[in-house]
């Protein structure tokens, strides 16, 4: 699985957007881009995927470039709930068999009152 | 609530102690994972199963042994740990891709962790 870079911490204002963003240069053409969150001490929560369109659900809005080395996770409108570690992974899809899930160091978000 | 659910929450062991976490996914998965989260350190893999059958073994000691009786239940039988054992042990579930047809995605899901402390 291709390897990924996030910024250790931020921080945001509550009510504002929240926007974590994510290198992942050496992807490759089968490989997803996976975000989940993990609240202290909690098990990680899925957040959203996708593979080069744009995506949105009820969480979040994920933008990857155009070349996919690249993405962002967006929190529209954060609240003091969303202060978690936020950890984007890269992995192939469409492979038989159950993947593992790699994890790296995360983004600390903290949103600020 | 994720459909997965993991017990006990939190478990205190002696050394010498033999115990089980379990975990239990009401999804419909037929996939489950264990990994390990140590103090300050990224989750990692431990294990594995897939139909039930283990299908990888991330260099795991011995004194940790998975059960997969059905594609609803994994536990982790731990026996004999040491202090540096202590961390959030995560189990996850999953579908599991096939040949052709069938689920198209494999999105992990989580259950809440249990929280083992040996001393």
């Known amino acids: 699985d291709a390897k990924t870079t996030q910024p250790t911490s931020m921080d945001c204002a509550e009510g504002r957007a929240a926007n974590l963003p994510c290198n992942h240069s050496?992807?490759?053409?089968?490989?997803?881009v996976y975000w989940y969150r993990q609240i202290h001490s909690q098990g990680p929560q899925y957040i959203i995927h996708?593979?080069?369109n744009n995506e949105t659900n009820e969480m979040a809005s994920l933008i990857i470039t155009e070349d996919r080395k690249s993405s962002t996770l967006i929190l529209p409108h954060a609240t003091l709930r969303d202060t978690a570690v936020y950890y984007c992974?890269?992995?192939?899809?469409?492979?038989?068999?159950?993947?593992?899930?790699?994890f790296g160091q995360g983004t600390r978000l903290t949103i600020n009152p | 609530e994720t459909g997965v659910t993991q017990t006990p929450r939190h478990l205190v062991m002696g050394m010498t102690n033999k115990k089980s976490l379990k975990c239990e996914q009401h999804l419909g998965h037929n996939a489950m994972y264990w990994y390990k989260q140590s103090a300050k350190k990224p989750l990692e893999l431990m294990f594995v199963?897939?139909?039930?059958?283990?299908?990888e073994n991330n260099s795991v000691p011995s004194r940790f042994s998975p059960e997969c009786p059905n594609s609803s239940h994994l536990f982790l039988h731990l026996h004999t740990l040491q202090p540096e054992d202590s961390a959030l042990y995560l189990c996850?579930?999953?579908?599991?891709?096939?040949?052709?047809?069938?689920?198209?995605?494999?999105?992990?899901?989580f259950g809440p962790g249990t929280r083992l402390t040996v001393l």
């Open positions: 050496t992807i490759s053409g089968n490989e997803y």
């Open positions: 199963y897939n139909f039930k059958e283990q299908t």
């Open positions: 996850a579930s999953s579908y599991s891709l096939g040949l052709a047809g069938g689920p198209r995605t494999d999105t992990q899901y």
């Open positions: 996708g593979l080069k």
């Open positions: 992974i890269v992995r192939l899809m469409g492979i038989q068999g159950a993947q593992k899930l790699v």
